[in-house]
């Protein structure tokens, strides 16, 4: 690309030289006309274009003048004019107008109909460079181009067109499927599946011809770029032809690196073993169908073995050499061993090298014999590199599962699949790094988004004699041979960007496997070799190590292998001997890697920092039984070479242990090397200056490599607290000295390591299943937040301004809210003030996430005992929250709504407890205001109604006798019961369950006289539909819930809506057994019990006016009720509240039977009785019987 130039030169003058004449010149048929055109041509293309001579206007200017100047029927001024275009576009990166744009394009294209066959590959070289990345701007020219009868297609699928012209055909075509600079406008899908369909054709064609094998390369490099500008673009992956493409690219990702010839396979079909919907496969071009063999890819017996040459002294070259001639290609941008930070895989595989590059000169390459070949390699290197930057963006855009079917394809299931071509060849064996790293960002995009599909991976040592083997045992192989190619490649691997890329992918496969169901010792072997690059000169290998330990720690359930790798040195465990183990290697190799200091920059303190990880004792006893480490009693540091057996603690799959507290805590004693490697790379560190006598130099790590230390530590804290528990006041000074930090991005992450460290802290200061010796005391908690308090985030959340800092203000504010109850009182007084009027003044904030989280935190402090009862802030926070109700951002919203339903609960609570000075002293205005809000919030997005049915619910039942006396409060309260009984009745799912729960709320009211309002019977009618018919069983339970809430008979209405309820409970037992949906099946048995639970409430507050109308429904239903209540109450696991109903029931019956005799009441009381007495018969249950495995929790959260 020309550079700007402010001195004058002399091929400025020249070229305004030419310019001027041209502008002004006359075409005409005489000799002399046609000489001076054609010098002046070539004085222009002779010029030197290194700085900008060519202007926008110039340009565009002089390209119309020729356009309409020089004859299509002659040939040279039409070469010339080509030449001329091609090296402005390339060299000046001229920007032509739309004018000019349409112009010279009709231009060529008639050019190209029109001259002969010897122009046609500069005239399409002149095309390329015009209509590159203008495709939105050339619309009307798309058929002339690519239809049908479209020059392209023509010259494409002729087969005596001759190479060159084919190679800037494609070219061409490739040209048109970038992406538009404007980023608006592209080719119509007919297009885009005809170039899709042109490019797979050639993949498969072009080895099978007569073409040279330079320009073979240059044509298949021109259709994979194609094929993945088409994918970037659409976003959209052909499906029927997926199988085609595969088999193509599979082909070229081994292209040049064997000396047998290139073998395409027709199509690729997924495994059998995986069940996926796949299209009917599409067909190629005729001419496409005319090739092809029919055997698999086969490899050679001989591979290629990467060579190392070695210099003088015995030290290894440098990683260029190791390219094999891919340095001496100048058509490609070189990823080098650069140290440029956060350098992006994915840009690096977008941003591959422009069309003018592809063209560029080839004098650089020598006629010899030996560069030819060095060209060739490069040009089959460049060959591999497409191949798999677009398998990448193909896997990127696909659905996983899709891809997962693929999988046998490109990744191998055993050791025994040496010999196949797959990822790792290219890996382990492949000369160029580039290529390399562009396998490992392939497998990565490929693994990355499968944990689902690998949770059914399992590891065993079981040999059984069985016909087959199990999918699940293939996906354990599988993941056994991914770990063991890629820590081989470790091993061998000494390019710096190439390791980075490698030691991703170990991350990404770490959070994809299910581990819990995988032998012990894979983790261990990958944090082994990773150590090794923890203090890598490179910050970019260090960021991708800390990546790994991040993965490892966020590895769900926690693992005690885990928790032995980051755990502090020699912990004493248990006293007992070790069990012996077998010898079971994952990898072949069995000698631990050796480095260089010229490989590594690793200070003497690293191994007093790491080693400890590794230097367990050698038998650690889990719960399960002995951990065993074999070799020199080093976990996963004997070469990778030992496994537990199976039935230890450390055994594969179920066997495998998740870590209890008690276990950890006996021998966390020290801080885990794990912590101190990050507050090492976070804080600043002092290194001795060789410069200053008796001075330290404070340097300080790069700011990516401080923010994946703070994840790392956010995930440990997440999962494996245990372990760091004796870290708190380490912690503490980090998060202070963060928190002081100049760099806003450093605060934010380290709000985030707050908000988990806050909310574990909260997690074990509250549980009761834990040892007392074991959890942090109150007081501990109380100095951490004291000394934050006092500290910076005070000065953050009082910092009014928030240039930078709004989202850090956010994080801190909802870490405010882990403080808990408990902790929460006993802050100073000033503290705790402090903190009440922080959050109230922030929710009134300008930022909607400082404001949503101010209000987050106040729906928290409402429900503290400590300050619900104080007047004074719940009326504060009542005010704040109802004016962020309305608030335009629905986020804001959906916190507003959360907390209010908070509010509500905290003023039912309040009612319960009988507080009479806060009952009298809370405003009648402000309680009016919270249902009127609540009832709009009813009729908001649904992400707003379950908490304002919520909210609406709570503040019903704390409505009180007097209040109602006021017309406002009636007329409010008949709107609220009318949005709950629209939400029941319809909506999302989630919402009319938490209806039934407001519903449910509003009946422990008896002030609002539920029996003379008229609503109560739409209620109640509405309760009765949904416990039938409703699909969602959740739902139907909270509506027997609501049903049976009503605490005495009055509030059921009269007898005709009494028996209603009667009849929908009842019918409700027989369409119970009805599951249309699997998710259903789990909440059944919670459904028959709160119908069996609502049927003897309604038989316990049954009164001898309603036995007529009630005894025929007893005649028709009363064996099915029998027999759903003797069915359940036999085969009950645990003691319910059944119990207690069925007691009252029996007494109830008892009182009607000594009020009257008549004969409807004797029947009607003996089948009832008859049923009560069946359920008495029933023999107790066992009180210490294992409780059900599905139990419904209300989550409202």
């Known amino acids: 690309m020309a550079v700007q130039a402010n001195f004058s030169c002399p091929d400025r003058e020249k070229f305004q030289y030419c310019y001027s004449r041209l502008l002004s010149f006359k075409y005409s048929s005489e000799e002399s006309v046609k000489t001076d055109i054609n010098l002046l041509l070539d004085q222009l293309n002779s010029l030197e274009y290194s700085s900008v001579i060519v202007t926008s206007l110039t340009g565009c200017n002089l390209l119309n003048k020729l356009c309409n100047t020089i004859p299509l029927h002659d040939d040279r001024l039409v070469v010339k004019y080509c030449q001329l275009t091609n090296t402005w576009m390339r060299k000046q990166m001229l920007q032509l107008d739309d004018q000019c744009l349409k112009t010279t394009t009709n231009y060529l294209i008639k050019a190209v109909e029109r001259c002969q066959k010897w122009t046609t590959p500069e005239i399409l070289a002149a095309l390329a460079s015009v209509v590159y990345e203008n495709v939105d701007r050339l619309e009307e020219f798309h058929q002339s181009l690519l239809g049908k009868q479209g020059i392209l297609l023509q010259l494409i699928n002729n087969e005596v067109t001759d190479s060159h012209t084919l190679e800037e055909a494609v070219l061409c075509v490739e040209c048109l499927t970038l992406k538009p600079s404007t980023g608006s406008?592209?080719?119509?899908?007919?297009?885009?599946?005809?170039?899709?369909?042109?490019?797979?054709?050639?993949?498969?064609?072009?080895?099978?011809?007569?073409?040279?094998?330079?320009?073979?390369?240059?044509?298949?490099?021109?259709?994979?770029?194609?094929?993945?500008?088409?994918?970037?673009?659409?976003?959209?992956?052909?499906?029927?032809?997926?199988?085609?493409?595969?088999?193509?690219?599979?082909?070229?990702?081994?292209?040049?690196?064997?000396?047998?010839?290139?073998?395409?396979?027709?199509?690729?079909?997924?495994?059998?073993?995986?069940?996926?919907?796949?299209?009917?496969?599409?067909?190629?071009?005729?001419?496409?169908?005319?090739?092809?063999?029919?055997?698999?890819?086969?490899?050679?017996?001989?591979?290629?073995?990467?060579?190392?040459?070695?210099?003088?002294?015995?030290?290894?070259?440098?990683?260029?050499?190791?390219?094999?001639?891919?340095?001496?290609?100048?058509?490609?941008?070189?990823?080098?061993?650069?140290?440029?930070?956060?350098?992006?895989?994915?840009?690096?595989?977008?941003?591959?090298?422009?069309?003018?590059?592809?063209?560029?000169?080839?004098?650089?390459?020598?006629?010899?014999?030996?560069?030819?070949?060095?060209?060739?390699?490069?040009?089959?290197?460049?060959?591999?590199?497409?191949?798999?930057?677009?398998?990448?963006?193909?896997?990127?855009?696909?659905?996983?599962?899709?891809?997962?079917?693929?999988?046998?394809?490109?990744?191998?299931?055993?050791?025994?699949?040496?010999?196949?071509?797959?990822?790792?060849?290219?890996?382990?064996?492949?000369?160029?790094?580039?290529?390399?790293?562009?396998?490992?960002a392939a497998l990565s995009v490929l693994i990355d988004g499968t944990k689902l599909l690998l949770a059914a991976a399992e590891d065993s040592d079981e040999k059984k004699t069985v016909a087959f083997t199990p999918f699940s045992v293939m996906l354990g192989s599988t993941i056994k041979e991914i770990h063991r190619c890629l820590l081989q490649a470790m091993v061998c691997e000494d390019y710096p960007i190439t390791l980075t890329?490698?030691?991703?992918?170990?991350?990404?496969?770490?959070?994809?496997?299910?581990?819990?169901?995988?032998?012990?010792?894979?983790?261990?072997?990958?944090?082994?070799?990773?150590?090794?690059?923890?203090?890598?000169?490179?910050?970019?290998?260090?960021?991708?190590?800390?990546?790994?330990?991040?993965?490892?720690?966020?590895?769900?359930?926690?693992?005690?292998?885990?928790?032995?790798?980051?755990?502090?040195?020699?912990?004493?465990?248990t006293s007992k001997q070790p069990t012996p183990v077998d010898s079971d290697t994952i990898g072949t190799d069995n000698q631990a890697p050796r480095y260089t200091d010229q490989g590594l920059n690793i200070p003497s303190q690293a191994s007093k920092d790491t080693d400890s990880g590794f230097n367990s004792s050698p038998g650690i006893q889990s719960p399960g039984g002995a951990l065993q480490f074999g070799g020199g009693g080093v976990y996963g540091e004997s070469g990778g070479n030992t496994t537990p057996k199976l039935g230890t603690a450390g055994s594969s799959g179920f066997q495998t242990p998740v870590y209890t507290d008690q276990l950890l805590q006996s021998h966390a004693s020290d801080i885990s090397w794990v912590v101190k490697l990050c507050v090492k790379n976070i804080l600043p560190q002092q290194n001795p200056s060789e410069f200053v006598f008796g001075g330290e130099e404070s340097y300080t790590e790069p700011i990516p490599v401080r923010l994946e230390s703070l994840q790392v530590l956010a995930n440990l804290t997440k999962g494996?607290?245990?372990?760091?528990?004796?870290?708190?006041?380490?912690?503490?000074?980090?998060?202070?000295?963060?928190?002081?930090?100049?760099?806003?991005?450093?605060?934010?992450?380290?709000?985030?390591?707050?908000?988990?460290?806050?909310?574990?802290?909260?997690?074990?200061?509250?549980?009761?299943?834990?040892?007392?010796?074991?959890?942090?005391?109150?007081?501990?908690?109380?100095?951490?937040?004291?000394?934050?308090?006092?500290?910076?985030?005070?000065?953050?959340?009082?910092?009014?301004?928030?240039?930078?800092?709004?989202?850090?203000?956010?994080?801190?504010?909802?870490?405010?809210?882990?403080?808990?109850?408990?902790?929460?009182?006993l802050l100073p007084l000033d503290k705790r003030i402090m903190c009440l009027t922080v959050v109230l003044g922030l929710a009134n904030d300008d930022d909607r996430f400082i404001r949503a989280s101010a209000i987050r935190t106040l729906g928290v402090y409402v429900l503290y005992s400590c300050v619900r009862e104080d007047v004074s802030f719940v009326a504060d926070a009542t005010s704040a929250i109802l004016g962020v109700m309305e608030d335009k951002n629905i986020a804001v919203r959906v916190k507003a709504a959360w907390s209010l339903a908070n509010l509500g609960d905290a003023l039912a609570l309040n009612r319960e407890e009988n507080d009479v000075e806060f009952l009298t002293d809370f405003s009648d205005v402000l309680a009016l205001n919270v249902v009127t809000v609540a009832t709009r919030a009813c009729q908001d997005s649904d992400k707003v109604k379950p908490n304002g049915v919520r909210a609406l619910g709570n503040i019903l039942?704390?409505?009180?006798?007097?209040?109602?006396?006021?017309?406002?409060?009636?007329?409010?309260?008949?709107?609220?019961?009318?949005?709950?009984?629209?939400?029941?009745?319809?909506?999302?799912?989630?919402?009319?369950?938490?209806?039934?729960?407001?519903?449910?709320?509003?009946?422990?009211?008896?002030?609002?006289?539920?029996?003379?309002?008229?609503?109560?019977?739409?209620?109640?009618?509405?309760?009765?539909?949904?416990?039938?018919?409703?699909?969602?069983?959740?739902?139907?339970?909270?509506?027997?819930?609501?049903?049976?809430?009503?605490?005495?008979?009055?509030?059921?209405?009269?007898?005709?809506?009494?028996?209603?309820?009667?009849?929908?409970?009842?019918?409700?037992?027989?369409?119970?057994?009805?599951?249309?949906?699997?998710?259903?099946?789990?909440?059944?048995?919670?459904?028959?019990?709160?119908?069996?639970?609502?049927?003897?409430?309604?038989?316990?507050?049954?009164e001898l006016r309603d036995i007529t109308e009630l005894?025929?429904?007893?005649?028709?239903?009363?064996?099915?009720?029998?027999?759903?209540?003797?069915?359940?109450?036999?085969?009950?696991?645990?003691?319910?509240?059944?119990?207690?109903?069925?007691?009252?029931?029996?007494?109830?019956?008892?009182?009607?039977?000594?009020?009257?005799?008549?004969?409807?009441?004797?029947?009607?009381t003996g089948i009832l009785h008859d049923i009560c007495t069946q359920l008495s018969s029933v023999a107790d249950i066992d009180p210490f019987a294992p409780k059900p495995k599905s139990t419904f929790v209300e989550s409202y959260d």
């Not at 047998?260 to 995986?274: A, K, T, V």
């Not at 017996?301 to 290894?316: C, D, F, L, W």
């Not at 645990?1134 to 009441?1161: F, Y």
């Open 185 to 440: 406008g592209y080719l119509s899908t007919e297009l885009v599946d005809v170039c899709f369909d042109l490019f797979c054709m050639l993949l498969h064609k072009i080895p099978s011809t007569t073409v040279e094998q330079l320009l073979q390369c240059k044509i298949i490099v021109n259709s994979l770029r194609g094929i993945q500008n088409l994918i970037q673009v659409t976003k959209i992956v052909p499906h029927g032809k997926l199988g085609v493409l595969l088999a193509a690219l599979r082909a070229y990702m081994f292209y040049g690196l064997y000396s047998q010839p290139l073998r395409i396979n027709d199509c690729l079909y997924p495994s059998p073993f995986i069940k996926v919907d796949i299209p009917t496969l599409g067909k190629l071009s005729d001419t496409s169908q005319k090739k092809s063999t029919d055997s698999h890819d086969d490899t050679g017996k001989k591979k290629a073995k990467r060579k190392v040459k070695k210099k003088a002294g015995g030290k290894q070259n440098s990683p260029h050499d190791r390219s094999h001639g891919d340095d001496l290609d100048n058509t490609e941008r070189s990823t080098g061993a650069s140290n440029t930070f956060g350098t992006s895989m994915e840009a690096d595989l977008s941003s591959y090298t422009t069309w003018s590059k592809i063209s560029s000169s080839e004098s650089e390459w020598s006629d010899t014999e030996g560069g030819q070949s060095s060209k060739l390699r490069s040009f089959c290197t460049k060959v591999r590199q497409c191949a798999l930057a677009c398998f990448y963006w193909l896997a990127k855009m696909t659905d996983k599962k899709l891809m997962f079917s693929y999988w046998s394809c490109f990744i191998p299931d055993s050791q025994n699949s040496d010999n196949a071509q797959t990822f790792f060849t290219i890996i382990q064996k492949d000369p160029s790094p580039k290529c390399r790293m562009g396998a490992l």
């Open 501 to 573: 890329q490698l030691i991703k992918c170990f991350g990404i496969v770490i959070a994809n496997v299910p581990y819990h169901r995988m032998r012990p010792g894979l983790l261990s072997r990958i944090i082994k070799n990773v150590k090794h690059f923890i203090y890598h000169r490179d910050p970019n290998v260090r960021v991708a190590c800390l990546t790994c330990l991040g993965a490892m720690a966020a590895i769900q359930p926690p693992l005690m292998e885990v928790c032995h790798i980051i755990q502090p040195s020699r912990p004493p465990v």
């Open 720 to 825: 494996y607290f245990p372990i760091i528990r004796n870290c708190v006041p380490l912690l503490q000074d980090l998060i202070h000295k963060c928190f002081c930090d100049t760099d806003s991005v450093i605060k934010l992450h380290t709000a985030k390591l707050l908000d988990e460290f806050s909310q574990v802290m909260l997690q074990d200061v509250s549980n009761t299943d834990t040892e007392k010796q074991n959890t942090l005391d109150h007081n501990q908690v109380l100095e951490f937040w004291l000394s934050l308090l006092n500290g910076p985030i005070q000065d953050i959340l009082q910092n009014t301004n928030n240039d930078g800092n709004a989202a850090v203000k956010s994080s801190t504010c909802d870490c405010l809210a882990n403080i808990g109850d408990a902790v929460f009182k």
């Open 957 to 1102: 039942r704390f409505i009180s006798a007097k209040q109602l006396y006021k017309e406002a409060f009636n007329q409010a309260v008949s709107a609220g019961v009318a949005a709950l009984v629209k939400c029941v009745s319809s909506g999302a799912m989630k919402v009319r369950w938490n209806a039934c729960y407001a519903i449910s709320n509003m009946y422990k009211n008896t002030d609002l006289k539920q029996e003379t309002a008229s609503w109560n019977v739409d209620i109640l009618r509405v309760l009765c539909t949904v416990v039938k018919d409703c699909k969602n069983f959740k739902v139907r339970i909270n509506a027997a819930m609501a049903l049976s809430s009503p605490q005495y008979r009055e509030l059921y209405g009269d007898t005709i809506t009494y028996c209603n309820v009667w009849s929908g409970v009842v019918d409700a037992f027989n369409t119970a057994e009805e599951i249309d949906e699997f998710v259903n099946f789990k909440y059944r048995d919670n459904l028959v019990e709160q119908l069996c639970v609502a049927s003897l409430h309604l038989i316990s507050v049954l």
């Open 1111 to 1164: 005894l025929p429904l007893l005649q028709n239903k009363g064996e099915l009720l029998s027999y759903s209540l003797e069915k359940y109450y036999s085969v009950r696991q645990k003691i319910s509240q059944m119990d207690k109903k069925l007691e009252s029931a029996m007494t109830r019956l008892e009182s009607i039977k000594s009020q009257r005799s008549s004969d409807d009441v004797l029947t009607c």
